[in-house]
């Protein structure tokens, strides 16, 4: 574990980061999602739908082709943002910890949300 990983675990609590730092990282996550990836995150935000339902709507909504909609759903799910079931496992889509904290980044939470994730080994 590296000296940073160490000091960042200690406590229950995460260290505030400050605001040229919130939105250096919102730059960042900006330039590494896509429009399609960030419309998926922010309409999980208030989701209780299964993906197939959330994806289907939004194909509507935004005429952009479902297959798209869910590669860029999947590539989510990859990078830890969000989850959902399957066949087998039906259960709505969610944000994960991560997502939230990004969604929370993006779209006016970033104070409450550099306080509340905490980086764990």
Not at 53 to 67: A, K, Y
Not at 86 to 102: K, N, T, W, Y
Request: charged share 25%.
């Amino acid at each position: 574990m590296s000296e940073w990983q160490s000091k960042s675990c200690e406590g229950s609590a995460s260290t505030p980061i400050s605001a040229d730092g919130v939105d250096g990282l919102r730059k960042l996550v900006l330039r590494t999602l896509n429009d399609n990836q960030l419309l998926v995150l922010k309409e999980l935000a208030n989701n209780d739908q299964s993906l197939t339902s959330l994806l289907h709507r939004l194909s509507r909504e935004n005429e952009i082709p479902l297959s798209t909609l869910k590669l860029n759903a999947r590539i989510l799910r990859d990078l830890g943002l969000i989850s959902y079931g399957s066949i087998r496992d039906r259960r709505p889509a969610r944000l994960e910890r991560l997502g939230v904290f990004v969604q929370r980044l993006l779209w006016g939470e970033s104070e409450r949300a550099s306080l509340e994730l905490v980086y764990q080994s």
